[in-house]
């Protein structure tokens, strides 16, 4: 949902560390990490991203997305576990007491620049 | 990545919602230093979300001075209605032709602008009706409730599990029409969902038609505020 918002996000974000002078050169690629709980869906995203990016300083820039699995840790037995379906419990001991520890990323990591 | 011979990577580690996020944190603050405690309030479409936060200021927020801010696709329909009963309400519309599906920090302090913050003790953000978008936006809560009714099925927190373990408290509402779902619906197996995707969660069943839970509701905002403000 929202993956307009989110691709022109990305884009402004960019946009800043240009005008920063953090970003220098032309934007050849962006890669972005996006987690499995995100609400953002990896092709929906990719599609804006070309659509919001004309006419930016990210226009023709690729969008590179590193889809990051859910992953938990059980604060009862310590036992790290990957999260698959809706059910937030350790497989090991059924505590619901769980810490997730990679899933819910939205960021951007890295631009390739020439 | 595949790269040009003559290009390089600048790492840049930002999340992308770097700026909703630090205008949150700012939220949190201006509403902290106000003595404002803030509650987003999220369901779906015809929860009763409106109708929790219209029984609340009925009962005068047991004490506590009560503002809102209610947020819609289109309409001002949910400001009207809690205006209507004296509180304070300030409204945002994100875009009459299908337009923003949650409110985002920006919105929520421009909103917070028409507000007398500093004669408030309770501020209930209204969210969009909408289990998915809103769990991403941080609007500078302080506790947020998600309102599920009974016709909504019992599956729901297994469907969207996001929303549900975002949630401080989740508020079963409608519960006076149980008995005429008969076996179409099954509490306990709501219960246990909810248990089984957020076990943190405090749980209360409310019927603002009969009254049931509405002082555990507001028992559960005051000790809510206390907790975070003193």
Redesign the interface.
């Known amino acids: 949902m929202h993956e307009v918002a989110i691709a022109e996000n990305i884009v402004s974000e960019v946009a800043r560390l240009i005008a920063a002078g953090t970003v220098t050169g032309i934007p050849r690629a962006v890669r972005v990490q996006v987690g499995r709980l995100s609400t953002v869906v990896p092709e929906c995203l990719d599609m804006m991203f070309s659509v919001v990016s004309e006419g930016t300083c990210l226009e023709g820039a690729r969008l590179e997305i590193e889809v990051v699995p859910a992953r938990a840790v059980c604060q009862v037995c310590g036992g790290g576990f990957d999260i698959s379906q809706p059910a937030f419990s350790c497989p090991e001991c059924s505590g619901g007491d769980i810490r997730i520890v990679s899933g819910t990323e939205l960021k951007i990591r890295s631009v390739e620049v020439a | ?1 595949t ?2 011979e ?14 909703n996020d630090e205008a949150a944190e700012a939220n949190r603050r201006r509403f902290a230093q106000a003595g404002v405690f803030v509650i987003d309030v999220m369901g779906s479409p015809g929860a009763g979300k409106t109708a929790l936060l219209e029984a609340t200021a009925k009962r005068g927020g047991d004490g506590l001075r009560c503002g809102a801010i209610t947020g819609d696709v289109a309409t001002s329909l949910d400001a009207d209605r809690i205006a209507a009963l004296g509180v304070p309400v300030s409204h945002i519309s994100t875009g009459s032709f299908g337009a ?3 409110l985002d920090a920006e919105r929520v302090a421009r909103a917070a602008d028409h507000l007398p913050l500093r004669e408030m003790d309770v501020l209930f953000v209204e969210n969009v009706g909408n289990l ?2 809103p ?2 936006f941080d609007v500078g809560r302080d506790a947020r409730a998600l309102v599920i009714s009974v016709t909504e099925g019992e599956d729901k ?3 969207y ?2 929303a549900f ?1 975002s949630a401080d408290v989740v508020v079963i509402s409608k519960v006076d029409l149980t008995p005429y779902l008969r076996g179409a619906f099954n509490m306990n197996r709501l219960r246990m969902n909810i ?6 969660a405090e749980r209360l069943e409310v019927s603002v038609q009969t009254g049931q839970g509405v002082d555990a509701w507001l028992a559960w905002v005051r000790m809510a505020r206390r907790r975070r403000l003193g």
């Open positions: 990545m790269m040009q003559d290009s390089k990577v600048v790492s840049v580690e930002l999340n992308v919602l770097r700026a923003d599906c949650h998915v978008c769990t991403e927190p297994l469907k599990p996001l373990r248990e089984r995707v957020n076990p943190k």
